[in-house]
């Protein structure tokens, strides 16, 4: 273990007895581990759910990956899970297999990118990592998992409905959605859809609320903005998209259910369905659209901002080198961010939206391209005359970038919105936003579980198990996507159950890829289990954890081992320092955490670092105010 | 080809795992002697040497593929504004992709070359205002031609429809195509009322508009080569979305708003049909927005005839009026005369063939 890191403890260990009374209450088993209020055991919560909402949505995917790889495959085997839905001729239910798409975009999007991913890691190491005792509200934070949970809970006993979930693909689009007598999907499996919906967004906002305030408010003595490590600055952005999208997906999804149960108009007119001319009027699914993805594309970056954080202190401590251009990332997520806003148009181009309107879309999207490529740049850049430690989760970090890479590029071409003409609904578009924002979002996911396992639960993961899961995961990743944008080029529509109708002979000429791609789909998957056994394995018999296992600078490495609730026994540490002084010349070690002033580092300050040691002395000063905030 | 991608896969996973546990072997020995705490381990080697040769086989994989899937891409476009889009997605894609080999090239490169060596020290090397300048500015260069591009094509194919382009109205419903002709008498489509939505009359053709007299339907659809074309479309229930692949049309169909496109067809089907060398080929309508149980199967046929025999073809259709003279009875007094010279004289059998539009494909 560096001396480095025990200095702050030994530096502050008096007058700590009393900011911390109010902590030690007696835990019982449902304080502790099912209703509590700490950070760390919330964020396990999120992160087991997340895992298993992962294989659920996962397998769904190769179930209709069957159908669409093995068309003539028969399927009856699959009947004592999927009972009916498999029909008499031992072919997946037409209706059924939407419904599984539809699930499948929902699950993956929001319960497992958004809620486990940015659940797990911005509850438990925003505090971690800015040095403080817990969320700004505990209490709200256990509220925003337990209306996740019940979200999940909602959502999952859909599935099991005789008329199947919702099934009208997971941006349920009216009038679809909105009739029940257009789809089965589309009664009591969309009602509870638009529930579940309801409290995910509640959570989510609980959950954002919690982030921005923790960030802004709950920062150690010493923690500037400037000093934040680029984890935080994502989980900030992703909350500042999460707390001003999510409630507009709200307002659409509210407008559908008056739709869809009081009678109103906002998304249906002028329909003629079953033999009967509804008497709505004046509504437009467009509008729907509009409101839908101005959540929808933010939720892009919702999912993938935090996974570019995780990677970018990943990437910087295995590469035992500073983040390249670190203002830059900040910049260009401040960017993203921003930018999020007002490219929603760019998914509707051929909508029958007004095409100026898409002309203004097409010049912001291929904007927002330029802080995305500057963030792979600087990536890269890091790498270059690094030492490079291959942990498992600096592989999936470099795996993470590989993808993000292949993705962002067709971006480029999607975002044209004349050559979006006739790839818009493709597998094409398939393809790229499974590499850019699925894949890539989930390398992000496993690189921070990866790194931080030993944080959260005092041990190590096996990494051999690790590097084998891996290389089959990325080896696989592409080898489903990639030949993915070949079937969109030759124009195979999405959400197609089978593509006998395309003509021609086209279903024939991509038989043998699309089987191709299934198999890959479900190697891939299966090669998930090898991450589940040593995570639930190695959760109770995994090698103990050292005290900073990667040699890492930031605070998180200073608590102890298994950190109680309240993260630091004794005070909370000062930052003098950004969090990525790695190999710096003239350090005794190649690692110097914040927590380390530079008065103790006088060998490699470089000339401007030199002033900040008299403010070291107003660091410290800040002491009493900081404990006093805790005892209020 | 699916055994040689299959045998592909599975050398690439065999030779992963290979790598991986014969270093794991080889180095037991070393691992011992490391220092436990150091994140660095024994396979740092073997994980580094996954990069290149990931890199390598995922180019040749890559470009073999490329080769292999390419025959069975859209052919050439067969509309006018398609040959542009064509063309700049070949360009657009080639700039891509070389961005996507560049970039990858060199992370993986360097993720092989930088691998850990406890002689040598990582370089601190935290920012160079000058290269983030350089890839700043070039990535955004290059968005701003293509978007400007792309802008002036997309402004040409949204433009106005010219004048005298004829007008197809095309309807869709739970599962299939409606399509409805303007007439040879006026080239005007009759106002549409959904409310007005019977059993025959299934596109709900308004007759106290005197354009719809000589409106015609049909189960397929037919355009003349070489003229503008307009194709109104509607939707009666859900969203859908008309899509011809081959002409690189797409437009969603919205219930309650009427959404249209325009483009020139340049080749014929009996043109496509020669340079493919298929004589079965046929042009495509199929759906693109989801729309239930039968989406996939929600197509019909296109032809793309030579203009004479369009106008042939549109000649020896019988207006709806004139197969279903019942229909007469909801025109307005005014217009009666008008309406009545559609209708035969001699109240005829419906002729099967040119029967209305019953469910242009019935899919469940």
Known sequence: ?632 | MFYLIGLLSVIFFALAINVISKSIKLNKSLAREENTDSAVDSNNNANAYGMIIFWALGTIAGVWSFLVAQPDFLPIAASEHGLKTDSMFWISMAVVTLAFFASNTLLLYFAFKYRYNKNRKATFYPVNHKLELIWTVIPAIVMAILVFTGWRTWRDITSQAPSDAVVIEITGHQFGWYVRYAGVDDNQLGNYNYKLIDETNNIGIDFTDKHSFDDFTATELHLPKGKPVLLKIHAQDVLHSVYLPFHRVKMDAVPGMPTKFWFTPNMSTDEMRAKLGKKDFNFKLNCTEVCGRGHFGMAITVFVDEPEDYAKWCAEQKPFLATNPTYLAKVPDNLKSKASKYIPMEPVAVDSAAAPAEEAVSVN
């Open chain 1, 1 to 632: 273990m560096s001396t480095a890191t025990s200095h702050a403890e030994e530096v502050h260990t008096h007058d700590h007895s009393h900011d911390h009374e109010h902590e030690h209450h007696e835990l019982n088993f449902w304080t502790k581990y099912v209703f509590s209020t700490d950070h760390k055991t919330i964020a396990k919560q999120y992160l087991i759910s997340g895992i298993l909402w992962a294989f659920i949505g996962g397998s769904f995917s190769i179930i209709f990956r069957l159908q669409l790889g093995f068309p003539d495959m028969q399927l009856d085997w699959l009947r004592p899970i999927l009972g009916e839905w498999i029909d008499e001729g031992g072919k997946l239910d037409k209706e059924f297999y939407l419904a599984l798409v539809t699930m499948h975009g929902t699950i993956m999007v929001f319960f497992v990118l958004t809620a486990g991913l940015s659940g797990t890691f911005s509850n438990f190491l925003i505090p971690l990592q800015i040095g403080a005792r817990d969320m700004a509200s505990g209490f709200i934070n256990m509220l925003s998992y337990w209306f996740f949970f019940l979200s999940s809970m909602i959502m999952f006993a859909s599935l099991f409905l005789e008329t199947g979930p919702a099934s009208g693909g997971w941006v349920i689009y009216p009038p679809l959605s909105a009739l029940p007598q257009a789809m089965p999907g589309s009664g009591l499996g969309m009602t509870m859809w638009l529930t579940s919906m309801t409290f995910f967004i509640i959570s989510s906002l609980m959950g954002g609320i919690n982030y921005i305030c923790t960030v802004i408010n709950l920062r150690t003595r010493g923690m500037t903005f400037t000093k934040m490590p680029l984890t935080i600055w994502s989980f900030f952005f992703t909350a500042v998209l999460g707390l001003l999208s999510f409630p507009v997906l709200l307002s659409a999804a509210l407008l559908l259910i008056f739709d869809r149960s009081f009678g109103t108009s906002f998304y249906l007119s002028e329909i003629y369905i079953q033999g009967q001319a509804l008497p709505n009027m004046g509504g437009s699914p467009i509008l729907y659209q509009h409101l839908f993805w101005f959540l929808g594309h933010p939720e892009v970056y919702i999912v993938l901002l935090p996974a570019l954080g995780m990677t970018s202190e990943i990437i910087a401590t295995n590469s035992r080198k500073p983040i390249f251009g670190y203002r830059a990332m900040i910049g260009s997520m401040m960017g993203i961010t921003v930018l999020a806003f007002i490219v929603w148009a760019h998914h509707m181009f051929v909508t029958g939206m007004n095409p100026f309107l898409g002309s203004v879309f097409m010049f912001l999207t291929l904007i927002i391209a330029v802080p995305s490529a500057v963030k792979a740049f600087n990536y890269i850049t890091t790498l270059w005359r690094g030492n490079l430690i291959f942990t498992p989760a600096m592989l999936f970090s470099i795996g993470l970038v590989s993808l993000f890479i292949s993705g962002g590029v067709t971006g480029i071409i999607l975002g044209n919105s004349a050559l979006d003409i006739n790839l818009h609904d493709t597998y094409f578009v398939v393809a790229h936003f499974h590499l850019v924002m699925g894949a890539a979002s989930f390398f992000g996911l496993m690189a921070g579980v990866y790194h931080w396992f030993p944080k959260m639960f005092g041990r190590m993961m096996n990494k051999t198990l690790g590097y084998i899961h891996f290389w089959f995961t990325f080896v696989g990743v592409y080898m489903v996507f990639f030949p993915m944008h070949y079937i969109g080029i030759a124009g195979f529509p999405r959400r197609y159950y089978s593509f006998t109708a395309v003509g021609n002979d086209g279903a024939a000429a991509f038989t043998d890829m699309n089987a191709f791609i299934s198999i890959a789909a479900i190697i891939t998957f299966t090669a998930q289990a090898i991450f589940a056994w040593n995570f639930f394995y190695s959760i109770f018999k995994g090698k103990l954890a050292p005290q900073n296992p990667w040699n890492s600078n930031t605070l998180e490495w200073t608590a102890p081992i298994n950190p109680e609730h309240g993260n630091w026994v004794g005070e909370i540490p000062a930052v003098y320092r950004w969090p990525y002084d790695y190999s710096k010349p003239g350090a005794e070690q190649d690692f110097i955490p914040q927590n380390v002033p530079f008065s103790a580092t006088k060998s490699s300050n470089l000339p401007e670092e030199e002033a900040e040691i008299a403010k070291e002395k107003d660091i410290d000063g800040l002491l009493g105010a900081q404990n006093e905030s805790y005892n209020r």
